[in-house]
């Protein structure tokens, strides 16, 4: 399965947008190995190997899903680097005071974060929020 990964991944790489809207015979390779992986038999002591496995086989649409969709990442980092503010927060005021400013904290972090995925201008944004608010 790790090898496995690792080849998608580097299959990724090398994709450009438009081979994401034809057959690929590579990407079609790494779903049938998946997918032979998945239905592989394990012996019945491995209970914990056994769930996993059923918990892919009810997921595997997800697994490879970065290699159908040009703008799903094959990693979770940008998750990661989206809650990593708020853990920081926490760190250095040690709480938040109050749970309305939690929220208004998150939406706003969360406006900031969009805005520079879509590679626009933070500070219009913010400008826009504080003309017209968030809803």
Do not use: W
């Not at 009810?58 to 490879?64: D, F, G, N, S």
């Amino acid at each position: 399965m790790k090898a496995l990964l690792q080849s998608a991944i580097q299959l990724k790489k090398e994709l450009i947008n438009a081979h994401y809207y034809y057959p690929n015979i590579k990407r079609q390779a790494l779903f049938d190995k998946l997918q032979q992986l998945l239905q592989y038999p394990i012996d019945q002591q491995h209970t914990k190997s056994i769930t996993q496995q059923k918990k892919l086989l009810a997921k595997q649409e997800c697994i490879l899903y970065f290699l159908v969709q040009p703008n799903v990442t094959p990693d979770n980092n940008g998750s990661e680097r989206a809650i990593r503010n708020i853990k920081v927060k926490q760190k250095i005021s040690g709480q938040f005071k109050s749970l309305e400013n939690t929220n208004i904290f998150a939406i706003l972090r969360s406006v900031i974060d969009t805005t520079i995925k879509s590679e626009n201008n933070v500070l219009k944004a913010l400008h826009l929020i504080a003309t017209f608010g968030t809803e």
